[in-house]
């Protein structure tokens, strides 16, 4: 018995480990070349999109028997290090999207399910998330975008803000009030699978695409929603208020993701980095036979490792089917961090040319900021660490004294 289960994950991980070679090869091969040109022309990747697609990027964590490859989270951190290290607005395109089937598998209809997963596994149809509101980033309970309803259908009345994915995507899978009176806030909250159709919906307008100081290529957009009526059918779900159990769960999902693009940017400057501290001589040697420099690659690797472990610990979890908010929360703070740093001490120990367009280091630089703020800001991921960890070793009134 225990032979045969270590057998099959042996298998398991061959199966894995062949998936990141094919999708180490297309990074090189075809976003490595090109990716600094679409983020200095803040270009959309089109041409990049077939390839992915072919990859079966967009299926990747949805379930087989709707047409996706049903990989486990693990692999799936995997897949995102990897295109994030050849660059990271490629990985937002499939990112938020999988969120997004992850919440339709966990908890859509049986009808939900076969209208979106099948279209969604291919990439035909792709979705974004649209949370934010002008207003309310952080405070999700504070949403005003009302869904009301009307007969068979919701009237949708509001607006959002920072939408990744907004114009390419079919469906937006939009956080809504369905009950503003409701208390606690979060009862009434609900998603609303919005569906753009094939020619687009009355009163939902995309209009302003926000300029960014990273993330290029991938539009980051207002969205309005003018008494858009979509069928009551579109409720995640069918049952009104779970809306923000559906996003706290589907956002375990999104800090894997999230932490795994931190560790994807950190890797990437960390072998621009050595292999630029190889190249490049002052006083007559390369830099790297310097001790200083030698510290930041030693600290930068270090922490590469402990954020690659964090996260497939966090990730063999979710795999496991246990709630991980807080190992989640964890990978996803020291990631970013490290992806932070990193491209600082890549940028530095490239000197002068690390601070302009000639050489990636100045992208990751730009990029790596986000992730201290998407998917929960850091400093919410350390108050979210202290409440599970204050949960965890809460003393009783005895042991209090
Ligand atoms: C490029 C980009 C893409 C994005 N894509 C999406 C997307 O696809 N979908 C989507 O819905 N959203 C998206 N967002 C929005 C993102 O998730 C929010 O910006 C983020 O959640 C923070 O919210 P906020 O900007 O309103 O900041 P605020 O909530 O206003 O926070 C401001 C500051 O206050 C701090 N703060 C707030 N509350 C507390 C507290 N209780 N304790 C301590 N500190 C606190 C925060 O940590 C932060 O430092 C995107 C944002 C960007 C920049």
Redesign the pocket.
């Not at 180490?24 to 270009?43: G, I, M, T």
């Not at 990049?48 to 990989?71: N, Q, R, V």
């Not at 503003?180 to 020619?199: E, F, T, W, Y």
């Not at 000639?358 to 350390?382: C, F, H, K, S, W």
């Given at each position: 018995m225990h032979t045969a289960s270590a057998n099959s994950s042996r298998v398991d991980d061959d199966v894995a480990d062949a998936i990141i070679a094919e999708v180490r090869r297309f990074v090189n091969e075809k976003v490595v070349p090109v990716a600094s040109e679409y983020d200095h022309a803040d270009k959309y990747p089109y041409e990049l999109l077939d390839t992915m697609k072919a990859l079966g990027l967009f299926g990747a964590t949805i379930p087989e028997e709707y047409g996706g490859s049903g990989l486990s989270f693990t692999t799936y951190a995997r897949i995102v290090e990897e295109v994030t290290r050849g660059w990271m607005s490629l990985s937002g395109i499939f990112n938020?999207h999988l969120l997004v089937a992850y919440m339709i598998t966990q908890y859509g209809t049986p009808e939900q399910k076969q209208m979106y997963l099948p279209k969604m596994a291919s990439g035909d149809w792709r979705a974004?998330?649209?949370?934010?509101e002008p207003h309310?980033?952080?405070?999700v309970q504070n949403i005003k975008t009302r869904a009301t309803r009307d007969g068979d259908h919701y009237v949708i009345k509001g607006s959002?803000l920072?939408?990744?994915?907004a114009r390419e995507a079919r469906v937006l899978a939009t956080v809504t009030k369905t009950d503003p009176n409701a208390q606690p806030r979060h009862r009434g909250i609900s998603i609303m699978l919005v569906d753009k159709g094939d020619d687009g919906l009355p009163g939902l307008d995309v209009s302003r695409q926000l300029k960014?100081l990273g993330?290029k290529g991938l539009e980051?957009c207002e969205v309005f929603y003018d008494n858009v009526v979509v069928p009551q059918a579109q409720l995640l779900g069918g049952v009104e208020g779970q809306g923000f159990y559906q996003v706290l769960n589907g956002l375990e999902v999104g800090r894997i993701n999230v932490a795994a693009r931190g560790l994807g940017i950190a890797r990437a400057a960390f072998e621009a980095a050595i292999t630029y501290a190889q190249q490049r001589e002052a006083f007559g040697e390369p830099i790297a036979n310097f001790q200083a420099i030698q510290l930041k690659l030693a600290d930068m690797a270090t922490k590469i490792e402990a954020a690659r472990l964090l996260i497939w610990s966090a990730a063999a979890k979710k795999d496991r089917g246990e709630r991980c908010d807080l190992e989640a929360g964890m990978a996803k703070l020291f990631a970013t961090e490290v992806g932070q740093e990193c491209a600082l001490e890549a940028m530095r120990i490239h000197g002068g040319i690390g601070y302009t367009e000639e050489v990636p280091v100045e992208r990751y630089y730009r990029d790596a900021p986000?992730m201290l703020?998407?998917?929960?800001?850091n400093?919410?991921q350390r108050?979210v660490i202290a409440r599970g960890l204050l949960k965890r070793y809460a003393l009783d009134a005895g042991e209090r004294g």
């Amino acid at each position: 018995m225990h032979t045969a289960s270590a057998n099959s994950s042996r298998v398991d991980d061959d199966v894995a480990d062949a998936i990141i070679a094919e999708v180490r090869r297309f990074v090189n091969e075809k976003v490595v070349p090109v990716a600094s040109e679409y983020d200095h022309a803040d270009k959309y990747p089109y041409e990049l999109l077939d390839t992915m697609k072919a990859l079966g990027l967009f299926g990747a964590t949805i379930p087989e028997e709707y047409g996706g490859s049903g990989l486990s989270f693990t692999t799936y951190a995997r897949i995102v290090e990897e295109v994030t290290r050849g660059w990271m607005s490629l990985s937002g395109i499939f990112n938020s999207h999988l969120l997004v089937a992850y919440m339709i598998t966990q908890y859509g209809t049986p009808e939900q399910k076969q209208m979106y997963l099948p279209k969604m596994a291919s990439g035909d149809w792709r979705a974004a998330i649209a949370i934010t509101e002008p207003h309310a980033g952080t405070d999700v309970q504070n949403i005003k975008t009302r869904a009301t309803r009307d007969g068979d259908h919701y009237v949708i009345k509001g607006s959002k803000l920072f939408i990744t994915n907004a114009r390419e995507a079919r469906v937006l899978a939009t956080v809504t009030k369905t009950d503003p009176n409701a208390q606690p806030r979060h009862r009434g909250i609900s998603i609303m699978l919005v569906d753009k159709g094939d020619d687009g919906l009355p009163g939902l307008d995309v209009s302003r695409q926000l300029k960014k100081l990273g993330y290029k290529g991938l539009e980051t957009c207002e969205v309005f929603y003018d008494n858009v009526v979509v069928p009551q059918a579109q409720l995640l779900g069918g049952v009104e208020g779970q809306g923000f159990y559906q996003v706290l769960n589907g956002l375990e999902v999104g800090r894997i993701n999230v932490a795994a693009r931190g560790l994807g940017i950190a890797r990437a400057a960390f072998e621009a980095a050595i292999t630029y501290a190889q190249q490049r001589e002052a006083f007559g040697e390369p830099i790297a036979n310097f001790q200083a420099i030698q510290l930041k690659l030693a600290d930068m690797a270090t922490k590469i490792e402990a954020a690659r472990l964090l996260i497939w610990s966090a990730a063999a979890k979710k795999d496991r089917g246990e709630r991980c908010d807080l190992e989640a929360g964890m990978a996803k703070l020291f990631a970013t961090e490290v992806g932070q740093e990193c491209a600082l001490e890549a940028m530095r120990i490239h000197g002068g040319i690390g601070y302009t367009e000639e050489v990636p280091v100045e992208r990751y630089y730009r990029d790596a900021p986000l992730m201290l703020i998407g998917e929960g800001t850091n400093e919410m991921q350390r108050l979210v660490i202290a409440r599970g960890l204050l949960k965890r070793y809460a003393l009783d009134a005895g042991e209090r004294g």
